[in-house]
């Protein structure tokens, strides 16, 4: 998934639900929601960007928007979950099918650009309902060489394009084996009730060689 792997990246108010709240986390999923993020991505020595950044890339960095709305509602698997897409000069770049749960914003399935359709089994949590200071989980997948640990490390001021927001930071670490070697990743999340993530900062490694830094801030917010 982009937003986690992707130098390898995501809610009340008014308007039409996409699904029942069960959960005391607010994370806007009203139809047509949208946010808009600043992507900065620096590659290290020797990484290349793939088709779509090549073309914004100037040397081994880009800065570009990305545009992320709530776009449909489907069912997989007897839940129902919202597709957020999320676009680059208007060309698709992920998207994602998220649900919230009692136990907080579970992924079910993503796609990147071209690449096909994956699904999460199990799904994964991505933010607790439980963001108490300290608290952790674990995510593995079933079939495939990827795990996570993600953390609440605390409440969180973030000041980002859209404004200036008290937010919760939370923090994930994990390894993805690919072809060339187990990448490790680390990714710094500031979460904000209402609105959705603020701030990302994401980064991969092999064996201690950087591949990417990614930052995302949120530029605009829209119900």
């Not at 973030?158 to 994990?174: F, I, R, S």
Request: one cysteine or more.
């Amino acid at each position: 998934m982009k937003f986690l792997t992707a130098g390898i990246v995501l809610l009340c108010g008014a308007g039409i639900w996409a699904q029942p709240q069960r959960s005391s986390l607010d994370y806007p999923l009203a139809l047509k929601t949208r946010w808009t993020y600043h992507l900065h991505q620096e590659n290290g020595p020797g990484v290349h960007f793939g088709e779509d950044l090549a073309a914004l890339a100037k040397g081994n960095v880009v800065d570009t928007s990305i545009i992320s709305e709530v776009a449909g509602v489907e069912t997989i698997k007897g839940h129902s979950y919202t597709r957020v897409e999320s676009r680059i000069d208007g060309k698709p770049w992920l998207f994602e099918w998220e649900r919230i749960s009692p136990e907080g914003l579970l992924v079910g399935k993503t796609r990147e650009q071209e690449e096909p359709e994956v699904t999460m089994e199990p799904e994964q949590k991505r933010i607790s309902a439980t963001l108490r200071p300290g608290a952790f989980w674990d995510w593995q997948a079933k079939d495939a060489p990827m795990k996570f640990r993600y953390t609440v490390v605390g409440p969180g001021a973030v000041d980002v394009p859209a404004g200036h927001y008290q937010g919760v930071h939370l923090t994930a670490t994990g390894t993805v084996q690919a072809p060339f070697g187990k990448v490790d990743i680390r990714q710094e999340t500031w979460f904000v009730s209402g609105v959705g993530i603020a701030k990302q900062e994401t980064e991969t490694s092999v064996q201690g060689h950087k591949l990417s830094g990614v930052l995302l801030t949120l530029e605009k917010f829209e119900k």
